[in-house]
């Protein structure tokens, strides 16, 4: 029988692994505009975003934004917004990446509290579905189309 790896590497997937935290949350690995980071793989994140404080490490080009952020027990965040940044997540890749960034320090904060490392952002269901992602949860795998 074949496995879901082989099934999905046939199908031209690239296969990334997943760092699960004491906060049971997957950690991963990934590239903005060339600078390596450690970001949260969040399902339910609309959108993929990042600290205020990434902007100088991962070259992003900040507008002002009228979107309000919210979650992980804060609202009515002010954002940023960073248009046509490239990302690489093992061996996929993407040119056209908005991101949203917004202060993480309550996110950092609760990850250190629960002996976890802090993370430069997350990658949420915008990247998760231009990838055509799926998770092995029990094998603790994203796979990722290439195109």
């Not at 991963?28 to 490490?57: M, Q, R, W, Y």
């Not at 802090?118 to 055509?132: Q, R, Y």
């Amino acid at each position: 029988m074949e496995t879901l790896q082989q099934f999905l590497t046939d199908k031209g997937y690239s296969k990334i692994k997943l760092h699960l935290t004491k906060t049971n949350h997957f950690e991963i690995k990934a590239a903005i505009n060339g600078k390596k980071g450690l970001f949260i793989l969040d399902t339910g994140a609309s959108n993929s975003c990042v600290g205020f404080e990434a902007i100088k490490p991962f070259k992003l080009n900040a507008e002002d934004s009228l979107i309000k952020a919210a979650g992980a027990g804060a609202t009515d965040m002010e954002t940023k917004l960073s248009k046509k940044n490239k990302i690489k997540i093992g061996k996929w890749t993407s040119n056209k990446i908005v991101l949203v960034l917004f202060n993480l320090n309550h996110v950092n904060a609760a990850l250190i509290n629960h002996n976890s490392k802090p993370v430069d952002g997350i990658i949420g269901a915008d990247i998760l579905k231009k990838g055509k992602a799926v998770i092995d949860y029990e094998k603790k795998y994203l796979y990722l189309k290439l195109s």
